[in-house]
C-alpha cells in the first residue's frame, strides 16, 4: 500500500537552532512530494515541493526540504529555527500517475524560546 | 482575494439528519478534494474531482457523496451521518495546470459534531 510516514509525532527545538522534521514515503515510481503547515485554528499552508531536478528545494518562511530517492525521503529543514515556526508540519505525495494525495499523519513542531 | 470557503464553520448535528457542507473556489481550478483530520491518524483525502462531472473515490469515501456540477464547488454530502464522522473537514483545491504537481490551496475547515 502507498503511504507516507512522518515518524515524529512532535519534535522540540531551541530558538535559533536548526530544525528537521522527517518524512519518508512508499509509493511506486517517481512521487510530488510537499510540505504543509496548519497553524492553530487554520487551515494548511503549502510550503514546499518536489517535482524533479535539484534535490534541495526551497520554500517559504526559509523553509527547505531535501529529496533523498534511495532513501525515499523527503526531510523538512531550517537553518535556524523561530517560535513562530511552532506549528504542524504535514507531508504529502502525489504518487506517480495517481490524482489521489496522501499525507503523513503531521509532525507538531515546538520551538523553545 | 484568492481563497477557498467553506460553509459552516462549525456544524452540531444528529445521527442520520442529512446535511451538506459546501465548498467553493474562486481560482479556476480545476481539480478539487475533501479530506478529514483525525488527531493521530493526519488527514485522510475522501473524494477528490479533476474537473466538472469527474469525481473519485479517495482512502475514506464510505458514508460520503459529492458532485461536481459547477467548476467553482464541490459540495460534501453525509446523507446519514454517524458519529464516527465527527471530525474537522477541509476542502482544497489546485491548479490542475501547476506541471501536474497539484499543490493545493485549503478552505479555513469545518468542525462537525454528530451526535
Known sequence: AQSVAQPEDQVNVAEGNPLTVKCTYSVSGNPYLFWYVQYPNRGLQFLLKYITGDNLVKGSYGFEAEFNKSQTSFHLKKPSALVSDSALYFCAVRPYRDDKIIFGKGTRLHILP | ?115
Not at chain 2, 477528490?48 to 469527474?54: G, I, L, P, R
Open chain 2, 1 to 115: 482575494e484568492a481563497q477557498v470557503t467553506q460553509n459552516p464553520r462549525y456544524l452540531i448535528t444528529v445521527t442520520g439528519k442529512k446535511l451538506t457542507v459546501t465548498c467553493s473556489q474562486n481560482m479556476n481550478h480545476e481539480y478539487m478534494s475533501w479530506y478529514r483530520q483525525d488527531p493521530g491518524l493526519g488527514l485522510r483525502q475522501i473524494y477528490y474531482s479533476m474537473n466538472v462531472e469527474v469525481t473519485d473515490k479517495g482512502d475514506v469515501p464510505e458514508g460520503y457523496k459529492v458532485s461536481r456540477k459547477e467548476k467553482r464547488n464541490f459540495p460534501l454530502i453525509l446523507e446519514s451521518p454517524s458519529p464516527n464522522q465527527t471530525s474537522l473537514y477541509f476542502c482544497a483545491s489546485s491548479s490542475r495546470l501547476a506541471g501536474g504537481s497539484y499543490e493545493q490551496y485549503f478552505g479555513p475547515g469545518t468542525r462537525l459534531t454528530v451526535t
